[in-house]
């Protein structure tokens, strides 16, 4: 079936810091990817999608490209803020399930200091 | 738009006492979905209603959970009776189903229960 593996968190950086937080999925079929972030005591909320390989999604400085030949879908932001202190979750939707049905990873925290 | 609404945001009850969690999905979204989220299993999709029907509710723990959705601007999540493993944050969220961003679910603020 279809799964999403993230990395372990919390992810600790100072301001300004370079971050990266993996994320690789296995589907059977052409899913399409996303990240979702949560702020402390809210709801989750997209932060960007790749719908097919090569794709780049991007919003508020953050990126993550959909890399099919090492199914992962990696997110980075070259400075991060304290403001960005939040849990990430990666996910993808399947043609083969719904594209409606989401799978989410187990989320990772990241904290960042100033 | 208001986003999703959901009610109560918090609960406090005492086991074996029924629960009913409220949501309002935006308008104009067709579908509807409801996660728990625990630090233990994370976020878990219990059910999804399509245009008010029901389409997946294999997530759904047991047979003390049951949800509806009378019309397209609200659905409830019941437990009955409440037990204290099922101390959880809520989620209800929803979709549109025509535009590029069909895929694109909208949480609502969630519903922290805390069965005692």
């Known amino acids: 079936g279809n799964s999403v593996t993230q990395m372990e968190g919390p992810v600790t950086l100072s301001e300004e810091a370079f971050l990266t937080i993996n994320c690789t999925y296995t589907?059977?079929?052409?899913?399409?990817l996303f990240w979702y972030v949560q702020y402390p005591g809210e709801g989750l909320q997209l932060l960007l999608k790749a719908t097919k390989a090569d794709d780049k999604g991007s919003n508020k400085g953050f990126e993550a490209t959909y890399r099919k030949e090492t199914t992962s879908f990696h997110l980075e932001k070259g400075s991060v803020q304290v403001s960005d202190s939040a849990v990430y979750f990666c996910?993808?939707?399947?043609?083969?399930?719904?594209?409606?049905?989401?799978?989410f990873g187990t989320g990772t925290r990241l904290l960042v200091s100033p | 738009d208001a986003g999703v609404i959901q009610s109560p945001r918090h609960e406090v009850t005492e086991m074996g006492q029924e629960v009913t969690l409220r949501c309002k999905p935006i308008s104009g979204h067709d579908y509807l979905f409801w996660y728990r989220q625990t630090m233990m299993r994370g976020l878990e999709l219990l059910i999804y209603?399509?245009?008010?029907?029901?389409?997946?509710d294999s997530g759904m723990p047991e047979d003390r959970f049951s949800a509806k959705m009378p019309n397209a601007s609200f659905s409830t999540l019941k437990i009955q009776p409440s037990e204290p493993r099922d101390s959880a944050v809520y989620f209800c969220a929803s979709s549109p189903d025509s535009s590029q961003w069909k895929e694109t679910q909208y949480f609502g603020p969630g519903t922290r229960l805390l069965v005692l």
């Open positions: 996910a993808l939707s399947d043609r083969n399930t719904g594209f409606q049905k989401l799978v």
């Open positions: 209603f399509n245009n008010n029907v029901p389409i997946d």
């Open positions: 589907a059977t079929g052409y899913p399409s």
